[in-house]
């Protein structure tokens, strides 16, 4: 059996190389990890408040034709927390152990959570080092509850190496910017 008779015209395929990377998500309860994790995976919101119970892993297999190190398909690994420091104490080191990147989430209408992410961000750094972390203020539609202000954002996160965004898991805004992005950091790294 000879090949094909169009074997010869044909493209090789192109064979991706094949990277997995585990991207942790951490805040306080209620500022939207869920929901984004949802968005970023099945492109849906839902307004139900489903509370999350201990970790949570999600997979979404992502292609990058351009990624630092050429075409890669990246296998990412998203787990998903309660936001109960108590949870954090006990389960700091599993949870985070091998994570290439983070992304911590505050809720822009509540600005104690601002505050709150501070503790978790240390908690990453203390276990698996300078990863990249993207610091995301969400619910970004709710435009006049919105009480956190780039200043604050500034003098709580500034002095963290972190790169600050603003989205909206209800609205789909800068979801994929901030889950893409932080995707190829966590390839430029390392
Ligand atoms: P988690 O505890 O951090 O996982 O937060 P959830 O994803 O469970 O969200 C908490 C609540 O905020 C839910 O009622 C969500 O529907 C709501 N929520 C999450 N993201 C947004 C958003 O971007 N905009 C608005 N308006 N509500 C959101
Ligand atoms: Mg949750």
Redesign the pocket.
């Known amino acids: 059996m000879g090949p094909p008779p169009d074997a010869a015209t044909s493209k090789a395929p192109l064979h991706p190389t094949i990277v997995k990377k585990k991207l942790c ?1 951490v ?12 968005r970023f995976v099945t492109g849906m ?8 119970l201990g970790a949570v892993a999600t997979k979404r297999t992502i292609d990058l034709a351009d990624s630092p190190l050429g075409p890669v398909q990246v296998d990412l690994v998203i787990l ?1 927390i ?2 109960k420091r108590t949870f954090l104490d006990l389960f700091q080191e599993a949870y985070f152990k091998g994570a290439a990147g983070v992304l911590g ?1 505050f ?1 822009l209408t509540h600005r104690r959570s601002l505050d709150d992410l501070a503790p978790w961000i240390d908690g990453v750094r203390e276990e698996v080092g300078r990863v990249p972390v993207v610091a995301l203020g ?5 435009r006049e509850k919105v009480e956190v202000h780039e200043r604050e954002i500034g003098t709580v996160l500034g002095s963290r190496d972190v790169r600050t965004m603003k ?5 789909g805004e800068n979801v994929d910017d901030a889950f893409l992005g932080l995707t190829r950091e966590m390839l430029a790294a390392r």
């Open positions: 998500l805040g306080e309860e209620g500022v939207g990890k869920t929901s984004l994790i949802r919101f839902d307004d139900a408040y489903v509370r999350t998903d309660t936001g989430v809720d969400n619910k970004a539609d709710l989205s909206s898991a209800k609205t």
